[in-house]
């Protein structure tokens, strides 16, 4: 089995992990572990470590108010390797008794991007999905996502099959884009696929956002991605988000893939558990990038009861570790006649039981990155439209105005029910409302001012 191996070495190593242009190995970082073949390829990647924001917390728990520190003599370090499946319960046990600066083995899961299971043709086509979200008064009043950087995190994007679906400029920072060791190609060249369609419906609303292409899917090492691709992903993100200057602060994450079976996770209650676990590595990185200014934006998955995937494993609750993470916005899917599809999971979600938080628009004809005529399909829809509303709306109100955490509230609140008054696990608030968000945070500006 692949794992992703927790330690706490010297601070001058932690140190070296950290600093950005040093390209600390598997074999500084953790030497030899025995039973465990390294990955070599993959680069240590630091992980903060929780701090009670009161000086009465506890320091054990994440059920409270916490800070993520990435100092030195805090932050512990990721390293990737393998297992044996018939030593992996014994190892997984051994490992932290016989090293003192082993914290931890975690499961490293195949991911996911989250197509529909649907077979039915488009309903409405992706201008009706901009005239729902209010898109071109947005960019009329210059809420068009310029300045706004939006990583598409999935499975690579072909900016000129967006560009003539679109039928505008598609915006790719090359150099700030990442992907995956052995991962070949040009960031905006890959072949038309499932990121091609995520980076064209996040543009509906944001036309003028910089992408950021981080094709995680692509990993050499599965026909999907592993978990620790995107903890490396995550890791680049935060480098990214530091260098951004901190009064302008404006990254959006969106995410179209997630864990549908727990055939390659720890089983819940496991500590190297991924899927209920707060505490594993990658959730905890999330709630770091999110406290540090990042919205961050999951897919909620489809496997709804009423047309489930037929890769979803989960017999109850399956939204899972990040995609149901209190720190993000999990997206539900509806049609564009405002009716819940299908195939959109319901909650509660296994780390926050109000999951998905919104639902937003899918099953429309759009950029037929899935062949012609064929809809933009899916939660994995859902989700960059969403984050596209989301990084609309940072054009002019960053992380520094609004938190991600009060931006997320705040689309709670403006979102339009569908079901019963307040939150349910169909459609979570409701369906998102971009105009309306803005017109709160007008008021909020004029009267601060």
Same mark, same amino acid.
């Given at each position: 089995?692949?794992?992703?191996?927790?330690?706490?070495?010297?601070?001058?190593?932690?140190?070296?992990?950290?600093?950005?242009?040093?390209?600390?190995?598997?074999?500084?970082?953790?030497?030899?572990?025995?039973?465990?073949?390294?990955?070599?390829?993959?680069?240590?990647?630091?992980?903060?470590?929780?701090?009670?924001?009161?000086?009465?917390?506890?320091?054990?728990?994440?059920?409270?108010?916490?800070?993520?520190?990435?100092?030195?003599?805090?932050?512990?370090?990721?390293?990737?390797?393998?297992?044996?499946?018939?030593?992996?319960?014994?190892?997984?046990?051994?490992?932290?008794?016989?090293?003192?600066?082993?914290?931890?083995?975690?499961?490293?899961?195949?991911?996911?991007?989250?197509?529909?299971?649907?077979?039915?043709?488009?309903?409405?086509?992706?201008?009706?999905?901009?005239?729902?979200?209010?898109?071109?008064?947005?960019?009329?009043?210059?809420?068009?996502?310029?300045?706004?950087?939006?990583?598409?995190?999935?499975?690579?994007?072909?900016?000129?099959?967006?560009?003539?679906?679109?039928?505008?400029?598609?915006? #790719?920072?090359?150099?700030?884009?990442?992907?995956?060791?052995?991962?070949?190609?040009?960031?905006?060249?890959?072949?038309?696929?499932?990121?091609?369609?995520?980076?064209?419906?996040?543009? #509906?609303?944001?036309?003028?956002?910089?992408?950021?292409?981080?094709?995680?899917?692509?990993?050499?090492?599965?026909?999907?991605?592993?978990?620790?691709?995107?903890?490396?992903?995550?890791?680049?993100?935060?480098?990214?988000?530091?260098?951004?200057?901190?009064?302008?602060?404006?990254?959006?994450?969106?995410?179209?893939?997630?864990?549908?079976?727990?055939?390659?996770?720890?089983?819940?209650?496991?500590?190297?558990?991924?899927?209920?676990?707060?505490?594993?590595?990658?959730?905890? #990185?999330?709630?770091?990038?999110?406290?540090?200014?990042?919205?961050?934006?999951?897919?909620?998955?489809?496997?709804?009861?009423?047309?489930?995937?037929?890769?979803?494993?989960?017999?109850?609750?399956?939204?899972?570790?990040?995609?149901?993470?209190?720190?993000?916005?999990?997206?539900?899917?509806?049609?564009?006649?405002?009716?819940?599809?299908?195939?959109?999971?319901?909650?509660?979600?296994?780390?926050?039981?109000?999951?998905?938080?919104?639902?937003?628009?899918?099953?429309?004809?759009?950029?037929?990155?899935?062949?012609?005529?064929?809809?933009?399909?899916?939660?994995?829809?859902?989700?960059?439209?969403?984050?596209?509303?989301?990084?609309?709306?940072?054009?002019?109100?960053?992380?520094?105005?609004?938190?991600?955490?009060?931006?997320?509230?705040?689309?709670?609140?403006?979102?339009?029910?569908?079901?019963?008054?307040?939150?349910?696990?169909?459609?979570?608030?409701?369906?998102?409302?971009?105009?309306?968000?803005?017109?709160?945070?007008?008021?909020?500006?004029?009267?601060?001012?």
């Amino acid at each position: 089995m692949r794992v992703l191996i927790q330690l706490r070495p010297a601070p001058d190593v932690v140190a070296a992990v950290i600093e950005p242009g040093v390209r600390a190995t598997a074999a500084d970082v953790a030497g030899r572990l025995p039973g465990v073949v390294l990955d070599q390829a993959f680069a240590p990647v630091a992980v903060p470590r929780p701090v009670p924001a009161s000086a009465y917390g506890d320091p054990l728990s994440l059920n409270q108010r916490v800070e993520f520190s990435y100092a030195p003599q805090d932050a512990a370090v990721l390293v990737r390797g393998e297992i044996a499946d018939d030593e992996l319960s014994t190892r997984s046990v051994l490992l932290p008794s016989a090293r003192r600066d082993v914290a931890g083995v975690f499961a490293d899961p195949v991911i996911h991007s989250t197509p529909t299971c649907g077979g039915d043709g488009p309903v409405g086509h992706w201008q009706d999905v901009a005239r729902l979200l209010g898109a071109p008064e947005m960019t009329v009043e210059g809420h068009d996502g310029s300045g706004v950087t939006l990583a598409i995190v999935d499975s690579g994007i072909n900016a000129a099959h967006v560009q003539a679906h679109l039928g505008r400029e598609v915006i #790719i920072d090359t150099e700030r884009s990442w992907s995956p060791p052995g991962v070949g190609g040009t960031p905006g060249e890959y072949p038309v696929a499932h990121g091609t369609m995520c980076a064209f419906d996040a543009l #509906i609303a944001a036309p003028r956002a910089t992408l950021l292409d981080i094709p995680v899917l692509l990993s050499p090492h599965n026909v999907a991605g592993l978990l620790s691709d995107a903890v490396a992903a995550y890791a680049h993100l935060r480098t990214v988000l530091e260098a951004m200057p901190a009064g302008s602060r404006s990254l959006v994450i969106s995410n179209s893939w997630g864990l549908f079976s727990p055939g390659q996770d720890f089983p819940p209650g496991h500590p190297g558990n991924y899927s209920d676990n707060l505490a594993h590595p990658f959730n905890l #990185i999330v709630a770091s990038l999110d406290q540090a200014g990042a919205d961050i934006v999951f897919s909620a998955g489809n496997c709804g009861r009423e047309c489930p995937d037929r890769r979803c494993g989960f017999p109850d609750r399956p939204i899972t570790g990040a995609n149901s993470h209190p720190r993000v916005l999990s997206v539900g899917g509806v049609d564009t006649g405002l009716e819940r599809v299908g195939y959109s999971s319901q909650g509660p979600g296994r780390l926050s039981d109000r999951k998905p938080d919104i639902c937003a628009y899918t099953h429309f004809a759009g950029s037929e990155a899935n062949g012609p005529g064929t809809p933009d399909t899916g939660t994995s829809a859902a989700c960059p439209v969403a984050a596209g509303a989301v990084a609309a709306i940072r054009t002019r109100h960053p992380a520094t105005e609004i938190s991600p955490a009060q931006l997320r509230t705040l689309l709670h609140r403006t979102a339009e029910d569908r079901s019963t008054l307040g939150f349910d696990h169909d459609y979570g608030y409701g369906v998102i409302n971009p105009p309306a968000v803005l017109e709160s945070l007008g008021r909020h500006t004029r009267h601060a001012a």
